[in-house]
């Protein structure tokens, strides 16, 4: 069956340290990936994209590997400030016009 | 900054009724969908729609939901006979450019639903 997974639930980090955040997709060939950022009782709002042909991609503290072979996204956050708590997506463009999301990885930073 | 905005915030209905809910997507985008999310689950793709038509839809939209494109600016999700598993929040999302073109969607602020 189809599926995307994203790594524990919940993920705990200290202030200033790198948050990872894990992606992982099975039976699927996506042409690209997104990552998408959630507050509580809001919409999601679009952080990065990356194409199959493309490795790694960066934007500020931000930065996005994608493993076709893995079948695998890394999100990072670098020098993670306690702003950055929230919940973060990942999104498949599974066919021409349809996109499936994960389940979502709530990230905490402590102060 | 131009947004997609979705009407109403919050609707509350019985059992049985039906249901519009409103989108404004952004005024130069081509794709439209309709999510939804209940609550403490992920965000579920229900449809796209493109060229007035649908373009894809889920195992989700049956033949209760319908989607519109009644005027230049409105995308409309109706839900003709709510049930108390349709309760959640239906987010609008709107795409510049469609199929595999490599570009982002915008969201909307989300209307909650909650069925009586």
Request: charged share 20%.
């Amino acid at each position: 069956s189809q599926k995307i997974e994203q790594n524990s639930e919940a993920l705990n980090i200290q202030e200033g340290k790198t948050a990872t955040l894990t992606c992982n997709y099975t039976n699927y060939s996506p042409a690209y990936l997104q990552w998408y950022r959630q507050d509580p009782g809001r919409g999601p709002v679009f952080l990065l994209l990356i194409r199959e042909n493309e490795k790694e991609k960066r934007k500020e503290r931000l930065k996005v590997t994608f493993d076709t072979t893995l079948k695998q996204s890394l999100f990072h956050i670098t020098a993670s400030q306690p702003a950055d708590s929230a919940t973060y997506l990942c999104a498949l463009l599974i066919t021409g016009n349809q996109f499936y999301f994960g389940t979502g990885t709530s990230l905490t930073v402590i102060p | 900054e131009p947004e997609v905005t979705q009407t109403p915030s919050h609707q509350v209905t019985q059992m049985g009724q039906e249901v519009i809910l409103r989108c404004v997507p952004i005024s130069n985008h081509l794709y439209f969908y309709w999510y939804r999310q209940i609550l403490g689950q992920k965000v579920e793709f229900l449809v796209s729609f493109y060229n007035n038509e649908i373009s894809e839809k889920s195992e989700i939209f049956d033949d209760q939901f319908s989607v519109e494109r009644p005027d230049g600016s409105n995308f409309t999700l109706k839900i003709r006979s709510t049930k108390l598993e349709d309760s959640a929040m239906y987010f609008c999302a709107s795409r510049r450019q469609g199929s595999r073109s490599y570009n982002e969607q915008f969201f909307g602020p989300g209307t909650r639903l909650t069925v009586l």
